[in-house]
């Protein structure tokens, strides 16, 4: 059959409408509000009629090509448009809404998203809500609903809570929010007979055409895998250096390393857990200064010279400052200011004035600044230092500083305990007798164990957390993975234009060296697994980590075919970490949102780190591809060979972008009650998976045969998965945004 041009125009033309507008409508989702585009443009039915346009003219053009012929692919695409038909059932006939309960009142009716009553066919009674914490702590664990359906005279007991949703008669009740005082609870309610079963089948469907996709021995996948482009290999060569400075002056008095270590050693109540105290003063001096070490001291003996030798401390650089104007308003030199810059006896306190501006800007540095100036404060009071625990007559253990107001019940010698014994340290610090120091940490150590038994993390989680802090290398690890990554890539462009000779034993002392990265970085994220008991992917900073870690595993994986491999997985291994450090500059291991305690959160973030993994390896090949095409007059060879090297990337990544973004969906059915929301995270994962998947379609789209086109489209087409993960973090906000 021939193939007629209009049906690939509409298909592909309407595709590119959809991004496009997708794109605009985060856009005026940040300056409208969310209501507005939900109202006016995923909602509205022009964009209801768009993507079925969109579904009718590729399924046309499916045909048009006899693509069903080849039943794998063909089912491949079906089952987005199975996606797309369980979404219209969604939005035709599906409800959404919530309702509010109250212990034993029954309730007929919730109110829908568009504030109408719904009536049910049955009712629900509250019969109890219970709050579950984390052992030792306040930090919620769970939100659990105990509720009774009541339905034509029969009586049905259930639970409601977060990731565990109670479903009856195709209405599906979730756990939404609770009232304070404790007696009351709020359900979000979905009623969608039929969306949610079409979806999934089109989701069952889209895994197992891409698991037979890569199975089957004839694909254009296989057929890249055997091209004989692969065979050729040009090698590299590698430079290190290393880059030392340092400073002395006077240095401000603490205490000694050995007995700032014991302090370490104390547990402390903080970030709603309880940890070593060491993990505080890491995270305390990171906060403050930009660095967990300072000037040869450790972050023990950072809080320790702060809460002992205040006025050593309050002249002492160290304070990181951003903003020209907020560093004009405290007089500073530098990027480090003292405590004293921050106020005078002529000004007062100095950024009082920043705090109420209307610069945006300059507020936010100036809000940065005070945070800072109030940990200091709070830590000189003691305030921050929560290390005494109380258990009450109930049983409960409340985490108190020596600040604190304690109870009126604690008993006269223990509250003469928690009052004196830090005086009493500091009274032996001053008289240098350590020993003596020493001494009474150890009792207060003894009283943590005695009063809060079988409340504190096991030893084991508390020697490894403390493991964990010693050994955290990320910032050296990243410059230097950045550094060897930059030479490597800027010699391999010189080695191939003077046709050097591959040396083999160069790339396997390269190969070990990336190994031992990824031995670090599987260490690194065992341990944090180990002390948050959970898997480490639940923020920025880990999940720059993870993917930091893919990069590794790629790069060796691929290295025999792919002979810039090695480059790149130092390359992407660094800026990775470089970026995890930025997004999260003091990384806390905190307990695990209620919402993020499922499975499905692992599987979704693994698979789409892997992806965007793959996609910048893709595109370091393009800035490769471009460097040679214009600096090398005979560079067809290697432009076409890393043609072939992207290709190969690109299905698998686009297919795991596919698998996360859906993977999601279901983790956001079964916790929120919608598989999606058109946040602006899940709007852009889905511009990403259109925008690279037109690639995959080189032979409906000649311009992707063209290997200088192919290569700048996986340059440009990089910034998608930037605007992803970052741009929405930072411009576009959202319920990823903490991701």
């Given at each position: 059959?021939k ?7 509409l298909?592909?033309?309407?595709a590119?409408?959809v991004v496009?507008?997708l794109?605009v409508a985060?856009?005026l989702?940040?300056?409208?509000g969310?209501?507005f585009v939900l109202?006016?443009i995923?909602?509205?039915?022009l964009?209801i009629?768009l993507w079925?346009i969109l579904a009718h003219?590729?399924v046309?053009?499916?045909?048009s090509k006899?693509?069903h012929?080849r039943?794998i692919?063909?089912?491949?695409h079906?089952s987005?448009v199975?996606i797309l ?7 035709e ?13 029954p309730?007929e009716?919730?109110?829908?998203t ?8 049955f009712?629900?009674t ?8 984390y052992?030792g702590t306040?930090?919620?664990?769970d939100y659990?609903?105990h509720?009774?359906i009541?339905?034509?005279?029969q009586?049905?007991a ?8 109670l479903s009856?008669?195709h ?6 929010g609770y009232?304070k005082?404790g007696n009351?609870?709020t ?11 079409i979806?999934?089948t ?10 037979a ?6 694909s254009?996948?296989?057929q890249?895998l055997q091209?004989?482009?692969l065979?050729r290999v ?5 430079l290190?250096?290393c880059?030392?400075n340092?400073?002395?002056?006077t240095?401000?008095h603490?205490?000694?390393r ?7 050693d104390?547990?402390i109540?903080y970030?709603d ?15 403050l200064y ?5 000037r040869g001291?450790?972050?023990e003996q950072?809080i320790?010279g ?5 006025d050593d401390w309050?002249i002492?650089p160290m304070?990181k ?6 560093k ?10 003292r405590?004293?810059?921050f106020?005078s006896?002529t000004?007062?306190?100095k950024?009082e004035?920043?705090?109420?501006g209307?610069g945006?800007?300059n507020r936010?540095n ?7 100036f109030?940990?200091?404060?709070m830590?000189?009071?003691g305030n921050?230092l929560k290390?005494?625990p109380y ?5 409960v ?12 019940e604690?008993?006269?010698e ?8 830090m005086?009493?340290?500091?009274e032996?610090?001053?008289l240098?007798k350590y020993?003596?120091?020493?001494s009474?940490l150890d ?6 164990v005695k009063?809060?038994d079988?409340d ?6 508390f020697?490894?957390e403390?493991?964990y802090?010693?050994i955290?290398?990320?910032r050296?690890l ?7 990554g930059i030479?490597l890539?800027?010699i ?8 050097k000779?591959?040396r083999?034993?160069?790339?396997t002392?390269?190969?070990m ?6 031995l670090y970085?599987?260490l ?5 697994w180990?002390?948050s ?8 900073f880990?999940?720059m980590?993870f ?9 060796l994986c691929?290295?025999r ?13 660094g800026f990775?970490?470089?970026?995890a450090?930025m997004?999260?500059a003091?990384?806390?291991?905190t307990?695990?949102m ?12 693994v ?6 993994s ?14 040679l095409h214009y600096?090398?007059?005979d560079?067809k060879?290697?432009v076409?060979?890393?043609?072939v090297?992207?290709n190969i990337?690109?299905?698998p ?5 596919a698998?996360?973004?859906?993977v999601g ?22 511009i990403?998976m259109?925008v690279y998947?037109?690639?995959l379609?080189a032979s409906?789209?000649d311009?992707f045969r063209?290997?200088?086109?192919f290569h700048t489209?996986?340059i440009?087409?990089?910034?998608t ?7 929405v973090n ?7 945004s903490y991701?």
């Open positions: 059959m193939r007629p041009p209009l049906l690939k125009y298909s592909f033309g309407s590119t409408l496009v507008v794109m985060t856009i989702e940040k300056l409208y969310t209501h109202s006016n995923y909602g509205s039915r964009m009629a079925l003219c590729a046309l053009y499916l045909v006899a693509m012929k039943f692919t063909f089912m491949l079906i987005f199975v038909f369980g979404a219209y059932s969604t939005w006939w599906g409800v959404q809404g919530k309702m509010h309960l109250r212990e034993g009142e309730i009716s919730f109110t829908t568009d504030n109408e009553e719904h009536q049910l066919p009712s629900i509250l019969r109890d809500f219970e709050l579950r914490y052992e306040f930090a919620p664990m659990i609903s509720i009774e009541s339905d034509n005279n009586i049905i259930g639970e409601v809570s977060m990731n565990n949703i009856h008669r209405y599906r009740l979730y756990q939404a009232d005082d009351g609870a359900l979000s309610v979905a009623y969608d007979p039929w969306g949610i079963g979806t999934y089109g989701y069952a469907l889209l895994l197992l055409s891409m698991l996709f890569f199975a089957q021995t004839k254009r996948f296989r890249l091209h004989p482009a065979k040009v090698s590299v060569v590698v290190m250096f880059v030392t340092a400073f002395a002056k240095m401000p603490t205490v000694p050995d007995v700032a270590d014991k302090f370490g104390l547990h109540y970030n857990r309880v940890c070593p105290l060491q993990t505080f003063a890491i995270d305390f001096t990171t906060k930009g660095k967990s070490t300072y001291m450790s972050a950072v320790l702060w809460f002992f030798f205040y309050k002492e304070i400052i951003k903003g020209g104007e907020t004009r308003l405290l007089g500073m030199e530098g990027n480090y200011a405590l004293t810059d106020a006896a000004e007062g306190y950024l004035a920043a705090l109420r209307e945006e800007g936010r100036a809000e940065s600044a005070n945070e800072k109030n940990l200091v404060s830590l000189a009071m921050l290390i005494y258990r009450n007559a109930e049983g253990v409340t985490w108190y500083s020596l600040a604190d107001k304690l109870p009126a604690v008993p006269y223990q509250w003469l305990f928690i009052g004196r014994s005086n009493l340290v500091a032996k610090i001053m240098k020993d003596e120091v020493v009474v009792k207060i150590s003894k009283y943590q009063e809060a079988g504190l993390p096991p030893s084991w989680r020697k490894t403390k493991l802090n010693r955290n290398l990320n050296p990243a410059m230097a993975c950045v550094t060897l030479l890539f800027l391999f462009c010189l080695s191939t234009s003077l046709r000779g591959e083999k034993w160069l790339n002392l390269l190969a060296g990336l190994g031992v990265v990824l970085l599987t690194q994220i065992a341990l944090r180990i002390v008991d959970h898997i480490p992917l639940s923020n920025g880990e999940t980590q993917m930091s870690w893919c990069s590794a595993l790629i790069a691929a290295m075919k792919f002979r810039m491999a090695l480059p790149f997985g130092y390359l992407l291994c990775t970490l470089l970026v450090m997004g999260e003091s990384p806390r291991i307990q695990l209620p919402v993020l305690q499922s499975p499905l959160l692992s599987i979704h973030v698979v789409i780190m892997i992806a965007y793959l996609l910048a390896f893709a595109m370091l090949n393009g800035v490769t591809a471009l460097i600096t090398k007059h560079s060879a290697e076409e060979y890393l043609q090297v992207s990337m690109l299905y990544a686009v297919f795991l972008l698998i996360g973004i859906f969906a279901v983790w956001a059915n079964i916790s929120w009650g919608r598989y999606w929301g058109w946040d602006p995270k899940e709007v852009w994962a889905l990403t259109l998947s037109a690639a379609h409906s789209l311009w063209r290997p200088i086109f489209f996986t440009i087409a990089f910034l998965v930037l605007i992803t993960y970052f741009g930072f411009l576009l906000g959202g319920m990823h991701a």
